[in-house]
């Protein structure tokens, strides 16, 4: 598939790459740098870090393969994260810069105490080893052995040794200036290939008329079985209150900003560029819908536009998208992780006196045994196959309940307490992943405990947003409880009242309720403008469009297989 012109294009993304890690790492000085850049990073950096750690491998084939088989319904989930940056900006962050964090377990030991603190820091390791490190590296390395016919050890292997100099030689400032780099290939290489399809398709006009109107919905009908409205209003901004606003891989691009006006710029900027994804990522899924309607799978879409439409050259930049996608995240990840194993572990628990140096050093150590970790797991995970690739994309839904639930009455209540705090993250988690492993491995005892505890009679289990919400319900009410009868411990810190905090950190509001406000009259035209278009009289069918015949190789097509 891959010609000299797409192997030269593809060293050239590793040369430069390497060339910013190893810039980036002789203007390193102090142990904070590697985990916060120094808190120097500028808005726009920010913004692309966001945007690239937020973009892996597995998205950008998955949002392809979604747009082919539902059309624009999953936009949402990308067209409705500038609410809980926003909510980020104006709720969360005040605190955590007044406080000066560098991460969320300390926030939550120092708000709630050692109890809270431990549990999540070792949960927080669980998490960004499986869904963020292990969870883009997979996808990657199937690919990359695909591509080259490399075994998956090899693949991975290769991939992650490029990761961790980016990590490891840097840190955070270089992981966040090479997202600003790869952010542009993702987005300059997936806009070329949107183009090119629409030139293949017959122009805008032409795609729309020949897509059912329904494939341009954002929200769908409550009797629809894939993704009702409801699903959306209710169960989103749990797992995007967890995901934006305290997760440590996405919460510790914003602690490393040059203060507060450059952190909601950065995040300002990142909500506009969510605007993006649909339009580039998903479009190309539309438009193989529509040149090629006979897939026997929606997965194949991806590939199967670039193998047909892209010429020599391009396929690698594609190519070089989808490593781009892989770096970033995977790069996030193990950051994140060295962070919060040698602060909120090692340092605290056992080396409270280390020098700056040792805690670098310290860091690069863990940056190091993470990234063959990351391996071994990814070889797992190939021995496992798609099951267990399945049980990482369903258990995302299952991971944020009691995390938001704490955090969110932690920032707006002050009576809340230490004992709430680590009795509900420790139930909560339990009974989120019971049920989660319960939804993806034995539905029907699910089925079964639902109706023996509801007054419905359930057929299936629920949408695992509305499970989703439900959970999140119980933790938040547990939390308010469990505060009412006890007492915060004399360790416990009590948080200002939020117009306390924006004084403390200078924050002028007017400014950026402005921008925000602006961001959010773009949203709701874009959400007029799909509903108006989904909503169109039915057109006469148009006329075939002309395709080649040419389908993703067998390797590509394993691959597929294997990523489902």
Known sequence: MLSGWDFAVIAAYVLVLLGIGFWVSRHLKGSEDIFLGGRSVRWYNIAASIFGTNVGPAFLIASCAAAYGMGMVTASFEWLAWVLLFLLCTV???????????TMPEFVNRRFGTPAHDFLSYYALFTTLILWITGALYPGALLLGQMMSWPLWLSAAALMALCLFIAASGGLLAIAITDTYQTVLIIGGALAMTLIGLHHVGGLGRLVQATPPHYWELFRPLSDKQYPWLTLILGYPVLGLWFWCTDQTMVQRVLAARGYRQAVGGCLAAGFLKIIPPLIFMMPGIMCFVLHPGLKSPDEAYLTMVTNYLPAGMRGLIFVVLIAALVTTVDAGINSFST??????????????ASKQEIRNLGRVITGIISVLAVLCAIAMGGVGRDLFSLFQAIIGYVAPPVAAVFLVGVLWRRATGRAAFLTLAGGTTLC??????????KPLLVKGFNALLPWTFTEPPHFLYLSFALFILCLTAMVIISLVTRAAPGEESLPRLGEAYAKIGARMRWLF?????????????????????????????????????????GQLDYIEKIK
Not at 92 to 102: A, C, V
Not at 340 to 353: G, H, S
Not at 433 to 442: Q, V
């Open 514 to 554: 402005a921008g925000w406000a602006g961001l959010a009259v773009v949203m709701v035209a874009l959400y007029v403008g799909f509903e108006k278009l989904s909503h169109r009289p039915p057109a006469a069918p148009p006329a075939a469009v002309q395709v080649q015949d040419k389908q993703p190789e067998k």
């Open 340 to 353: 919060i194993f040698t602060l909120d572990i090692w340092v605290r628990r056992f080396r409270p006196r």
């Open 92 to 102: 969360f962050l005040p605190h955590y810069l007044n406080m000066g964090i560098t």
């Open 433 to 442: 992943l019971t049920i989660g492993a319960l939804d993806f491995y034995n």
